[in-house]
């Protein structure tokens, strides 16, 4: 048999700062939200967000054994600055290390391995961002934290520079309790934004958001946005990094694969222009910064300076 006790103390030896336990429920009130923003059209041109519904909603949908979802989070935060230097994009911190999926994917095998080792009964399904479970509605039923108002998850330990995974399985737990939220009458992140895309608290717009535009989206890069983008070339960290949470709380990893990141920061415009598909893929050969692809990465290096003019 397998307990509580045995998953936190095992999910720590694999580095995991943050563990809970949910109840394997119907997300109605989280589901209801995520229907309400895809009516607005916030998901933009992420199609892939309107799928598999039912499963979202539903994790028995997925597994149909599903008893608890586990939810843990991994602190990648490094006291890495920017240099302020306007001629350089900058990389929004989670891309900095390596691919955080090639390393959490790894840690929740090998996790599953000593859950089976322990009780072999143990059946487990993980996800890391990917797969079509709602990973934040699943950390803040697992007491990982709240949902800030600029919609990313807030530990009162470690703020929100973390990544989240979640394990559906088969057992049953004692069930953590869940945080309240401690915004408060804060509002920083909603002031901060420079393309005001967080339309009401924890409600984003992606059709505004930087994030979206530098990472996910496909196409051009909507002209209105220009001179807007306070050189972020991949992602945006401005809602985040203004956090008190974050400002008092951010501790530094202790995941090497994040740690050796400070090459990956920023980069110099005129060099990413100049990249070759060879020097492009050996660069970011482990780093998430790939998803964009060197046609992405050029776009919005153009972006940047065309907004620099
Ligand atoms: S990531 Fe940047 S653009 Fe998107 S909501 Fe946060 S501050 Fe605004
Ligand atoms: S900046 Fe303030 S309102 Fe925004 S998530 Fe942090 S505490 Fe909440």
Avoid at 46 to 73: C, T
Avoid at 242 to 259: G, L
Wanted: hydrophobic share 35%; glycine share 6%; net charge neutral.
């Amino acid at each position: 048999m397998i307990n509580n006790e045995d998953v936190i103390r095992v999910s720590k030896e694999y580095g995991f700062d943050m563990i809970g336990f949910a109840k394997a429920e119907i997300l109605n009130r989280e589901f209801d939200h995520y229907t309400a923003w895809l009516k607005n059209g916030y998901q933009s041109g992420m199609k892939y967000m309107e799928k598999n519904q039912s499963k979202r909603k539903d994790v028995n949908e997925i597994f149909s054994r599903a008893k608890s979802v586990i939810s843990l989070g991994l602190n990648y935060y490094t006291p890495h600055k920017y240099s302020g230097n306007k001629s350089n994009g900058k990389i929004s911190r989670y891309a900095w290390g390596k691919d955080y999926h090639l390393v959490i994917w790894d840690k929740l095998f090998q996790l599953i391995q000593k859950f089976k080792e322990i009780d072999n009964k143990f059946e487990g399904i993980s996800y890391v961002d990917t797969g079509p479970i709602m990973d934040k509605a699943w950390s803040v039923r697992a007491g990982i934290g709240w949902q800030g108002k600029h919609a990313n998850i807030i530990n009162k330990e470690y703020g929100s520079w973390f990544f989240i995974a979640n394990i559906i399985t088969n057992y049953e737990f004692e069930y953590s309790k869940q945080i309240e939220d401690f915004c408060g009458t804060c509002t920083a992140c909603i002031d901060a934004c420079p393309t005001r895309a967080i339309i009401e608290p924890y409600m984003i717009d992606s059709n505004k958001c930087i994030s979206y535009h530098t990472i996910e989206n496909k196409e051009e890069i909507p002209i209105e946005l220009k001179g807007q983008f306070q050189n972020w070339i991949f992602g945006c960290d401005l809602c985040q990094d203004v956090c008190p949470w974050n400002i008092k709380f951010s501790q530094s990893t202790s995941i090497n694969d994040f740690c050796d990141a400070e090459d990956k920061k920023e980069f110099s415009l005129k060099k990413v222009m100049e990249l070759t598909e060879e020097e492009f893929a050996s660069l970011f050969a482990n780093s998430p910064i790939k998803r964009t692809k060197l046609k992405g990465l050029k776009r919005n290096a153009a972006f940047l300076i065309e907004s620099n003019h």
